[in-house]
């Protein structure tokens, strides 16, 4: 087998969460890109350090780095909804209603029983001027909420 064909060690994954979850995130940006380097060949390690590097650059706020890697993550794994509601997330902390309301579709395609995605969705369609149906998304995830409850 082709050394670059060698799944990634699980303790490679651990020791990069682990170094996120302390806010050592120099180490584990380190540890991804070490990963997008010698597992190069591997689309699921690609998937995966691309996906987790761009929540980690979103954190520390490099908006444009981190869209970088979600995209090439999505390259990968177009069905997430995840990255796009990430992606989403990125464009409304930017303004970019347009774009996050994108996204937000595109996660609430994926997971249409998802009500955090149809409530992030309404938000960005409200702040790109369409208040009215907006709202209704809100409403709408709000009785959403109210008869899964009742399950």
């Avoid at 995209?71 to 902390?93: C, F, M, Q, W």
């Avoid at 930017?94 to 009500?115: D, I, S, T």
Wanted: proline share 3%; charged share 30%; glycine share 6%.
């Amino acid at each position: 087998m082709d050394d670059d064909m060698v799944p990634v060690p699980d303790d490679l994954w651990q020791e990069a969460n682990e170094h996120t979850s302390r806010g050592n995130f120099d180490k584990a940006i380190e540890i991804y890109k070490y990963t997008l380097i010698r597992y190069g060949a591997n689309n699921l390690a690609n998937e995966y350090a691309n996906a987790r590097l761009g929540d980690i650059l979103f954190m520390l706020g490099q908006t444009d780095l981190a869209e970088d890697h979600l995209r090439k993550a999505l390259s990968y794994n177009p069905e997430n909804p995840d990255y796009h509601r990430t992606l989403g997330v990125i464009y409304y902390t930017q303004y970019e209603w347009e774009n996050a309301v994108k996204e937000y579709r595109v996660a609430l395609e994926k997971e249409p029983w998802n009500g955090k995605y149809l409530l992030a969705l309404g938000e960005a369609v409200f702040n790109s001027g369409d208040k009215k149906t907006g709202l209704e998304y809100c409403i709408r995830r709000r009785l959403f909420i109210r008869t899964t409850q009742n399950f």
